[in-house]
């Protein structure tokens, strides 16, 4: 962040100049300096404990018979700026500090936890696979159940103690209690046996399921918290004494006490004696001094606070907000930038949900009609300024999708042959289909604001012979209906997940469970044996396989009358930042940011400059950017 009169002063903050010369004729660029910090109280000394020998993980560590990688992608630019800060705004200021227990669900949670604490294993940014982070190495039995890791011997937390398998085994302890009121976490952890520490670096785990996910819910899903902070404590104790305290991490930030604004701002301060600095997985990331995280829930200040810069970066969710509000002088003139970035962030499911445990439902020629009435392009077109693509997938945006599912368009003539085939053959006096003596009638629960859309549907079902009853309830009413099962059609939006889990939603014994996610009530023979094929398969291309083949019988089942997606990320953010080339990372949205980004002092000198003379704009680039879908194709 440029020093400049208008932007909101980080707080708490000396702030000292720090002059930077820029190639050829630039001008020097003034950027503050707010220096890393560190609480470093034991100086424990650089690599392995002495006494621990190489076959037990310490110095000389060979690791025969054991995964590693080391020429794995850089996730962000190896000749980015270290220094300066970054403001960006969440929505609701956390319930607790804590990144497991009780009300941690959070968007804070979710963007800080990255920048905090680590996991054992990363995942290259390119190709997914798995890459050193906390472990060097690991190692999978032949049964595919136990599974080893090597911890990094130069390891260290934010306070100087070196990272051990004690670690690891506190965590899994903690998870395990269901005092913590986490209880997917906990049944999740519950899955595995105690870890065993085999060595102070070596750490195994043996996994009471035979299923792939399990190696990749214990490298990617559990950071690793410090033992001499939560060993021996309960998980109620554990909620009552970390509610809102920090734990320090092993992470490249920390969070001080006096940086704690309650209801109105957090930072996160880099850490000068982070362990990982010269690690690969590291190169050109985590390149801020300061991330400031700025709570607000009002969107219109939200926007105001970003037209003068005391927020640096936002998202554009809304269609409508990206192409009649940001259009101002600033953008214009190139000092704000606009960006669509395709990348490959699962796309999740949105579309009108159809109960096919019911009649006339459990037809699928009914199904195929509802779905041909529903006019995708011109609420595109009218409503949404052409910024959205149809949703052809269940695993829409990812190396998932089936791209040979049929595309059903709005054809009322195909609607109304279907209808008859099902026989839905005799209309009343006012145009509706009757069977047996009952109108062909729909109720619909939607919340404000889809009736801009689900009005036009109901005139189009109309004109197929179908009486739709609008009925406006809140999400929450919704979903509860959803759960259970007290629907025809309902309206619904599923999040994409990184790794797909297509039992949760698509396996025939939950089709009739209450409170479960398979809520169209699809029951399919070869969908149950993929969904146990998947669960052991370790080799990711065979998975991909897997889904695909799922997906293409999920959209002939038509159990979705699917609605439409961006197959990009919308941000807004100020030109005085450098990044890598694809602005985000693979599958991730702006939690990325503070990672990847940095600042670029010719950039920013620009920008700075642009500030001073309303007449210079900068140069605006290509609101697109395709980088991840390009590279996809090579």
């Known amino acids: 962040m440029v020093f400049r009169r208008d932007v909101l002063l980080l707080s708490a903050v000396l702030f000292s100049f720090l002059f930077i010369s820029g190639c050829g004729k630039s001008k020097p660029v003034k950027i503050f300096d707010t220096s890393p910090v560190s609480i470093k109280q034991f100086n424990t000394p650089p690599g392995a404990d002495p006494e621990v020998s190489a076959d ?30 970054f403001a960006m705004s969440v929505k609701d200021y956390p319930p607790t500090l804590r990144i497991f227990g009780k009300d941690n669900n959070t968007e804070f949670t979710s963007v800080s936890k990255n920048l905090l ?3 054992l294993l990363g995942q290259d940014p390119v190709t997914g696979d798995y890459i050193p982070r906390l472990a060097t190495h690991w190692k999978i039995s032949d049964d595919k159940t136990t599974f080893r890791f090597r911890i990094n011997p130069d390891a260290r937390w934010a306070d100087g103690k070196p990272v051990t398998s004690e670690d690891v085994i506190a965590t899994w ?20 046996e105690q870890p065993v520490a085999e060595s102070r670096y070596i750490v195994s785990v043996k996994s009471k399921e035979n299923n792939w996910r399990q190696f990749y819910y214990f490298t990617q899903g559990l950071e690793i918290l410090p033992a001499h902070y939560i060993g021996g404590l309960s998980g109620r104790d554990f909620l009552e004494k970390y509610q809102f305290k920090y734990i320090p991490g092993s992470g490249p930030y920390l ?25 690969r997985f590291a190169m050109g990331m985590y390149n801020f001094d300061i991330v400031k995280f700025i709570f607000l829930k009002d969107e219109s ?32 003139r190139g000092l704000i930038l606009k960006r669509k970035v395709y990348n490959f962030l699962p796309g999740g499911v949105q579309g009108i949900c159809i109960n096919t445990r019911i ?21 595109n077109e009218k409503l949404f300024f052409n910024s959205y693509s ?14 040979s599912n049929p595309v059903t368009g709005f054809n009322l003539d195909s609607a109304k042959m279907l209808l008859e085939e099902a026989g839905w053959k005799d209309k009343n006096t006012e145009g509706y289909l009757v069977r047996n003596g009952k109108v062909f009638e729909i109720d619909l629960p939607f919340q404000k604001g889809m009736d801009r859309y689900l009005t036009i549907y109901q005139e189009d079902l109309k004109k197929a012979g179908i009486k739709l009853n609008l009925k406006e309830t809140d999400a929450a009413t919704s979903f509860k209906l959803g759960n259970e099962r007290n629907f025809s059609l309902i309206v619904i939006n599923w999040v994409g997940l990184e790794i797909p889990n297509p039992e949760s939603f698509a396996k025939s014994n939950l089709a009739d469970e209450p409170n479960t996610t398979n809520w169209s009530g699809i029951k399919d023979k070869r969908i149950d044996e993929l969904c146990d094929k998947y669960n052991i398969a370790f080799d990711k291309n065979e998975r991909i396989k897997i889904i695909q083949e799922i997906d293409g019988i999920l959209a002939n089942f038509h159990g979705y009358i699917l609605m439409w997606y961006a197959p990009y990320q919308r941000i ?37 400059e642009a500030l001073k003379d309303a007449g210079k704009t900068l140069p605006q680039g290509e609101t697109d950017n395709t980088y991840w879908i390009n590279i996809d194709k090579k």
């Open 390 to 403: 149809p949703i052809t997938s269940y695993f829409q945006g990812s190396e998932y999708e089936n791209e």
């Open 117 to 119: 604490y680590e996991t």
């Open 301 to 332: 200040l939200e926007y105001e606070k970003f037209k003068k810069g005391e927020i640096d970066m936002l998202p554009v969710l809304r269609s409508s907000v990206w192409q009649d509000k940001y259009n101002f002088e600033e953008v214009q």
């Open 255 to 279: 969070i001080k006490e006096e940086d704690i604004v309650k209801e109105q701002s957090i930072t996160a301060r880099r850490r000068s004696d982070y362990w990982g600095e010269k690690e």
């Open 572 to 608: 807004v953010f100020h030109n005085k930042f450098g990044y890598p080339v694809g602005i985000l990372d693979r599958t991730k949205f702006t939690e990325s940011i503070p990672a990847l980004w940095y600042n670029n002092p010719e950039t920013a000198y620009e920008y700075d």
């Open 56 to 85: 037990a993980g310490g110095a000389g560590f060979k690791g025969d018979g054991w995964e590693t990688r080391k020429d794995y992608s850089v996730a962000g630019n190896p000749k980015a700026v270290k220094g300066g800060a």
């Open 359 to 379: 009649k006339p439902f459990d037809d699928v020629r009914v199904r195929k009609a509802l779905a041909y009435a529903f006019n995708r392009n011109q609420f």
């Open 173 to 192: 302890k903690l998870l395990t209690d269901e005092g913590i009121l986490d209880p997917y976490v906990n049944i999740l952890m519950n899955t595995f």
